[in-house]
C-alpha cells in the first residue's frame, strides 16, 4: 500500500515531468517536415513567388564581409540572424549591414541551446541581445532564429515579450558539416527548391567547424541564378510576406 508520503513524491514526479514535458514541447519544431507541415510561417513559407535568404551566427570580420561583397555586386538583400558576443566584438560590422540594406535579427548573446537554459536566462540572453542589436545598428530586429533552430517555451514566451517572432527555415546548406563542399551545399538549397522558401547559411564558421562559411560563400551565386532562372525574387525576410506581419 501506498503511504501519503509516497503519493505526494508520485505527485511531484508527474508535475515534474509534465513540466519538463511543456518546457521542451516547441523543441519539436527542430524537425522539418513536421514545422513545415504544421506551422508553415514558423517555417518560414511565404510568398510563392519570393524566397528568404536568411545567414546565422555572424558577425564575424574574416567572413561577413565576403558575404557583404558578394551580396552587394548582385544587388541582393538578406537577413542576417546576430549573435550579441559576436556583434559586442565588431560592431562596425553589424552597422555595415544595416547601411548595405541587409535586416537584421536576434540568434541570442551566445550560441547555446536554449533547451538547456532556465527562463529568467532565457529571457535575458535574447532581450540583452535585442537590445544590443537596436542601439548598435539603429534599427529594431522583428525576426528572432534560436541557436540550432531549437525552441523552448521559455524561448517564445521571451519572444512575444520583445515583439520578436520566431522564424526557423524550409531549406539549409549544411555547410558546417565535416563533408560539405560547395557542390553539397548548392544542392542542399537548390534541388526542388520552390517559390515561398526561407533558406538558411551561415556568415560565420565560428560555431561549427572553422572556414565551413566559404562552402557556403563558393554555393551562394548558384544559388541566386538558381533563383533567377525560375523567376523567383531573393531578399530578406521583412519583403518575404507582401508586407504582412508573419503569425506569432
Not at 510576406?241 to 503569425?247: K, L, N, Q, T
Amino acid at each position: 500500500m501506498i503511504g501519503v508520503s509516497g503519493i505526494g513524491a508520485a505527485r511531484l514526479t508527474a508535475a515534474a515531468g509534465l513540466a519538463a514535458a511543456v518546457h521542451c514541447a516547441p523543441a519539436l519544431t527542430v524537425l522539418t517536415r513536421l514545422r513545415i507541415s504544421l506551422f508553415p510561417r514558423l517555417a518560414g513559407l511565404g510568398d510563392p513567388d519570393h524566397v528568404a535568404l536568411t545567414f546565422d551566427d555572424g558577425p564575424h570580420p574574416a567572413s561577413t564581409p565576403h558575404f557583404l561583397e558578394a551580396l552587394g555586386t548582385r544587388g541582393v538583400r538578406a537577413t542576417f540572424f546576430l549573435l550579441g558576443s559576436m556583434l559586442a566584438r565588431r560592431p562596425e560590422l553589424g552597422r555595415d549591414l544595416v547601411a548595405a540594406g541587409h535586416e537584421v535579427g536576434v540568434h541570442g548573446w551566445a550560441h547555446r541551446n536554449l533547451l538547456l537554459e532556465r527562463p529568467a536566462a532565457t529571457y535575458d540572453e535574447l532581450a540583452r541581445a535585442h537590445t544590443l542589436i537596436a542601439e548598435t545598428t539603429g534599427t529594431r530586429p522583428r525576426f528572432f532564429r534560436p541557436p540550432h533552430g531549437i525552441l523552448s517555451l521559455p524561448a517564445l514566451l521571451a519572444a512575444r515579450k520583445l515583439e520578436l517572432t520566431p522564424v526557423l527555415w524550409t531549406r539549409w546548406g549544411k555547410e558546417w558539416t565535416r563533408s560539405a563542399t560547395p557542390g553539397s551545399v548548392c544542392d542542399m538549397l537548390t534541388v526542388g527548391l520552390t517559390g515561398g522558401a526561407t533558406v538558411l547559411l551561415h556568415d560565420s564558421g565560428g560555431t561549427f567547424v572553422s572556414g565551413s562559411w566559404r562552402f557556403g560563400l563558393a554555393a551562394l551565386p548558384q544559388l541566386l541564378d538558381h533563383c533567377a532562372e525560375r523567376g523567383l525574387q531573393v531578399g530578406p525576410l521583412r519583403e518575404h510576406w507582401r508586407g504582412v506581419a508573419p503569425c506569432r
